[in-house]
């Protein structure tokens, strides 16, 4: 088992930037590709970036790409999400997830979820 936690979130004015964290326990850190996801009120869950095991390969969703940056620190066992020039359509509960293998953009495909952190981007 992998236990996630996120922290970071919070209200943020359009245009700032917020981090993201989330650190894990349980099982080998650096096993895991890590992803984000979030999901706004009413909406499915999305995907927004993933980091593979080394942190070698990335991908992003098109609708952060160039705004937010994943990146991970294998030896504190935690994986970032930083945010900049964030939106208003950028508001919702972001979740930080775990999986074996590759880099995958499937919620389904990760086997292990944190609680999720609120970040509300008011205009």
């Known amino acids: 088992q992998v236990q996630l936690v996120e922290s970071g979130g919070g209200l943020v004015q359009a245009g700032g930037s917020l981090r993201l964290s989330c650190t894990a326990s349980?099982?080998?850190?650096?096993?895991?590709?890590m992803g984000w996801f979030r999901q706004a009120p009413g909406k499915e869950r999305e995907f927004v970036a993933a980091?593979?095991?080394?942190?070698?390969?990335?991908d992003y969703a098109d609708s952060v790409k160039g705004r937010f940056t994943i990146s991970r620190d294998n030896a504190k066992n935690t994986a970032y999400l930083q945010m900049n020039s964030l939106k208003p359509e950028d508001t919702a509960v972001y979740y930080c997830?775990?999986?074996?293998?590759?880099?995958?953009?499937?919620?389904?495909?990760?086997?292990?979820w944190g609680q999720g952190t609120q970040v509300t981007v008011s205009s």
């Open positions: 980091i593979s095991e080394s942190g070698y390969r990335i």
């Open positions: 349980g099982r080998t850190f650096s096993n895991y590709v």
């Open positions: 997830a775990a999986r074996n293998t590759w880099i995958d953009r499937r919620d389904k495909r990760y086997n292990y």
